[in-house]
């Protein structure tokens, strides 16, 4: 089965909740890997990254749109490149999610929270 084309943007994407995420604050370089980052220093600059996600208020907006769009770079939502990957692979070729809420719902399992999105 053919892959979904990387990154496409939801239909019915809202950009409201990205004016409250904690990243505007942060470092932008924590959460995007500079090319031939490996190891230690990977794993050091995605918790730097996480621990921004964990204390946003707008977690799981954010994760449900990189979800959605298939965002391939980046920590989003409190979701490395490998977490996202993770849920693709468990949707063990069901349809990719398009509609806002259901990429709450996948990344609520990964994040061990509830799938609330308004
Ligand atoms: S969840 Fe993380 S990446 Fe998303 S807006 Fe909040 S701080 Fe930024």
Not at 24 to 42: I, K, M, V
Not at 53 to 69: H, K, L, M, Q
Not at 96 to 116: I, K, M, S
Request: a neutral charge; glycine letters at 8%; proline letters at 8%.
């Amino acid at each position: 089965m053919p892959q979904p084309p990387l990154s496409q943007v939801p239909l019915d994407a809202v950009w409201d909740w990205q004016e409250q995420g904690a990243c505007r604050t942060a470092d932008p370089d924590l959460f995007f890997h500079p090319q031939n980052e490996r190891g230690h220093s990977r794993s050091r600059r995605e918790r730097a990254a996480l621990q921004v996600c964990a204390r946003c208020s707008v977690r799981i907006e954010c994760a449900d749109y990189a979800i959605r769009a298939r965002e391939p770079y980046g920590v989003w939502g409190g979701l490395t490149e490998e977490d996202r990957e993770r849920i693709y692979q468990r949707l063990d070729g069901a349809e990719h999610p398009r509609r806002r809420g259901q990429g709450a719902a996948l990344a609520a399992v990964e994040l061990g929270t509830r799938p609330a999105i308004a």
